[in-house]
Antibody, heavy 129, light 107 residues
Framework: QVQLQESGPGLVKPSQTLSLTCTVS??????????WSWIRQPAGKGLEWIGR???????KYNPSLKSRVTTSVDTSKNQFSLRLSSVTAADTAVYYC?????????????????????WGKGTTVTVSS | SYELTQPPSVSVSPGQAARITCSGD??????TYWYQQKSGQAPVLVIY???KRPSGIPERFSGSSSGTMATLTISGAQVEDEADYYC??????????FGGGTKLTVL
């Protein structure tokens, strides 16, 4: 089955750029109708959706972070990445990568659904000088 | 911006039914998803499409949706079900939105 593993520095200085990579194993990042997403969780707080990217590079970001977020995909390495610029202490959190299942469905009317069905274990990133 | 609202906490005795609600204006039109997060672990999907259960999730977990409210029910809650539970959906722009989370205590 598909597994995801986050990697990257655990400590980032204020105003610098946080960079994380998620490695996908047990399946191809290019197969199926999946997107690849990032979610974060400050200590003791709830989950915050950061954004998603498809294998072909289509992206969607949380407007609250959009100006600072960049995501990319490397299909040759079966990896996708997150960059968050100009970080502050408020960006200190556990960062999760996840696979988002997507497609068209109907409830009251037809729409495109997205939801996370496989998660990585998460990696803690602390922003501090 | 779109919001999903959950009660901060729910408490039940072992064997009782636990019900966790999630309200949102778009829920009549969009499915709700539920995640279980035990302490120090990554979230796990327990309900998708309002009421479907992924393989490996115990039958005591069920979901329903009516109007602007979705409900996760754990029939006969067990001590190992103690966790934070999050509802999830997407807004009109397909941005992902989580509820604030509900801490379930079983004691």
């Amino acid at each position: 089955q598909v597994q995801l593993q986050e990697s990257g520095p655990g400590l980032v200085k204020p105003s610098q750029t946080l960079s994380l990579t998620c490695t996908v194993s047990g399946g191809s990042i290019s197969s199926g109708t999946y997107y690849w997403s990032w979610i974060r969780q400050p200590a003791g707080k709830g989950l915050e959706w950061i954004g998603r990217i498809s294998a072909s590079g289509n992206t969607k970001y949380n407007p609250s972070l959009k100006s600072r977020v960049t995501t990319s995909v490397d299909t040759s390495k079966n990896q996708f990445s997150l960059r968050l610029s100009s970080v502050t202490a408020a960006d200190t959190a556990v960062y999760y990568c996840a696979r988002e299942s997507s497609g068209e469905t109907v409830k009251l009317y037809y729409y495109y659904y997205y939801y996370m069905d496989v998660w990585g274990k998460g990696t803690t990133v602390t922003v501090s000088s | 911006s779109y919001e999903l609202t959950q009660p901060p906490s729910v408490s039940v005795s072992p064997g009782q039914a636990a019900r966790i609600t999630c309200s949102g204006d778009a829920l009549p039109k969009k499915y709700t998803y539920w995640y279980q997060q035990k302490s120090g672990q990554a979230p796990v999907l327990v309900i998708y499409d309002d009421s479907k259960r992924p393989s490996g999730i115990p039958e005591r977990f069920s979901g329903s949706s009516s109007g602007t409210m979705a409900t996760l029910t754990i029939s006969g809650a067990q001590v190992e079900d103690e966790a934070d539970y999050y509802c999830y959906s997407t807004d009109s722009s397909t941005k992902g939105v989580f509820g604030g989370g509900t801490k379930l205590t079983v004691l």
